[in-house]
């Protein structure tokens, strides 16, 4: 009782040092459907948050797979996070067949609780965080966000969602989009979402792109991991512990790790603007006051690798 008592006392606000020592605050939106990075995202994630780096406010999906909320939030559940509130996308989003989502629901999780809706529940979320704090991670279709951003004030907030954004988030990471330029699944699947994300998200973006991810292959060492865990068993259902890229997990990883002030080798930034075209490719605009800005890969792929896969594994 005096641990948790000394813990919570270093974190009440009053004074800077305190406030510093708070985890940043983190909302993942993912399709958790057609691949299975998504899975490793989440379990990267939850070490993170397992190790103090990380404070999970909520997590949202993107893609119409109805199995995709339950077996998220199965998940959680396994990572003992329950109470990760996920919200669900509105009708009309990108529909898609997954491999894993409905046999990894039904066999993980005990009582799939009721999704709110993803902009409901962002707003929410949002508007209870002080300003300026939240930092958004995509690793899907950009379809909630831009629900967000075109919503109304409401009981929660008077502000509309460009402003509530504005308010509230620090910034966007986007898994999304290939760089300089390209077309790329996150992007085209719904090509009108990420053009009016990219042109309005009001706070700055950074862009993780497919450049980035596709050497970057983990996965295989999940079959060290026994047969009844849902990371691995994602995996295996997708394509038998082959290993996949690691796209999303960059996104996440450096969003944590730079979101408490941590150098990383791995990547640099180029900043400019994203320009997103109706059939959902992308070019990159060498904009001196751009807001916006792609990751660059500078270290070894194969260290890359190692350490995303050593955070999926528990
Ligand atoms: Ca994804």
Redesign the pocket.
Known sequence: MTFVFVLWTMTLPGCGREISARPPLLILD???SS?A??VGAAAVLHNLAAQGKVNILAMMVSSGNPWSVPCLQAVNAWFGRPEIPVGKAADGAVQDESAYTRAVAEAFSRRPAAAPDAVQLYRRTLAAQPDQSVTVVS??YLTNLRNLLQSKPDAVSPLDGQELVRRKTARLVC?GGQYPSGREW?FHRDAEAAAYVAAHWPTPIIFAGFELGKDIVTGAALRRLPENNPIRRSYELHNKLAGRPS??QIAVYYAVMTANGEQIPFWSKIHGSNAVSEDGSNRWLNEKNGRHAYLVQRGDSAKIAARLEQLMLP
Do not use: E
């Open positions: 993912t399709d958790f691949d990075d998504d690793v899907g898994m996150n796209w999303d």
